[in-house]
Structure formats: structure tokens, C-alpha cells
């Protein structure tokens, strides 16, 4: 079974840093993309990342040059690099998995979220 894993979140000040980290497991992770996404209070829930599988990557616009996506293949992990970050960070990220057995299917998984919350 698909099993997604986050952790890393925490309490960190405006500009500081933290690394998210969703270890996977159930499926052939090499072959799926992979991404972040985050949901704020009252906010819908957004992508702020995504990772293909050829290693190219896609940003929200509030994050650009901020964050910065990765896979370890050999792991089986994805993680989500946050420099500088801004009050307006907080949220709860999830990992997702978006797995494509056909060229017309996908199914996406969820891990069950790390809360990231930046204050002073």
C-alpha cells in the first residue's frame, strides 16, 4: 500500500529555514511525480511544488526563489527546502504522490501533513 510520510515542520521565526522531508514507500517512486502542497487557515488548499519524474520542477509564484523541491530516488524521499520564511508560510503541508499507470489515469495520494508555522 501507498504509505506517504512527512516531517520536518515546526514553529521557525520569520526568515529562517526548515526542511520538509516525505519518505514513500508501495509504489515505484522514480516513476511518479511528486509534490508540496499547503493549506493556510481559511486558504484553500494550493500546490506550492511539484517534481517530476525527469527531475524538472514547478513553483507557486510565493515561493519562487525561496523553496526549493528535490527527490532522492535512492531513498525514496522527497523534500522541500524553505529559506526565508514569511509569516504568511504557515500552513499545514502535505506530500503528495501522483501516480500514472495509464496515460489517461491518475490516482493521487496524501500523507497526513506537517504543520510549518513562522512567527517571531
Known amino acids: 500500500q501507498v504509505q506517504l510520510v512527512e516531517s520536518g515542520g515546526g514553529l521557525v521565526q520569520p526568515g529562517g529555514s526548515l526542511r520538509l522531508s516525505c519518505a514513500a514507500s508501495?509504489?515505484?517512486?522514480?516513476?511518479?511525480?511528486m509534490g508540496w502542497f499547503r493549506q493556510g487557515p481559511g486558504k484553500e488548499r494550493e500546490l506550492v511544488a511539484r517534481i517530476r519524474s525527469t527531475g524538472s520542477t514547478d513553483y507557486a509564484d510565493s515561493v519562487k526563489g525561496r523553496f526549493t523541491i528535490s527527490r532522492d530516488n535512492a531513498k525514496n524521499t522527497v523534500y522541500l527546502q524553505m529559506n526565508s520564511l514569511k509569516p504568511e508560510d504557515t500552513a499545514v503541508y502535505y506530500c503528495?504522490?501522483?501516480?500514472?499507470?495509464?496515460?489517461?489515469?491518475?490516482?493521487?495520494?496524501w500523507g497526513q501533513g506537517t504543520q510549518v508555522t513562522v512567527s517571531s
Open positions: 508501495g509504489f515505484i517512486f522514480r516513476n511518479s511525480a
Open positions: 503528495n504522490a501522483r501516480i500514472t499507470p495509464t496515460r489517461d489515469y491518475w490516482h493521487d495520494y
